[in-house]
């Protein structure tokens, strides 16, 4: 049974920087490619970030693209998202999600089969 678990989230000022950090435990990390959503209150949950499982290639939104990093460290079973000159839209509370096969990445949500429990991010303006 996948596990995932996210810390790392809190409140910012914007401008201000944080990283996030999911650890999987359960099966072998390097099985699974790893993506990051959000959902702000009121609004559906949207894709922020993926990486495939080598860490060679990744995928963001628009929105952040330029801001954020994904990042992951097998050895270490954890994947990171860096999170730089946020803005009061980025508040939400952050999902990461694991997904089979290893080789592909994606931005939808049903695409990935085992999901955190979510961490708060919260930027004041």
Known sequence: QVQLVESGGGLVQAGGSLRLS??????TFGDYSMGWFRQ?????REF????SWSGFSTYYAD???????????????????????LKPEDTAVYYCAARLPRLLIGSAADEY??????????VSS
Do not use: H
Request: net charge positive; hydrophobic share 40%; with cysteine.
């Open 22 to 27: 999911c650890a999987l435990s359960g099966r």
């Open 40 to 44: 702000a209150p009121g609004k559906e």
């Open 48 to 51: 922020v970030a993926a990486i």
């Open 63 to 85: 929105v952040v693209k330029g801001r954020f990093t994904i990042s992951r460290d097998n050895a270490k079973n954890t994947v990171y998202l860096q999170m730089n000159s």
């Open 113 to 122: 089969r085992y999901w955190g429990q979510g961490t708060q991010v919260a």
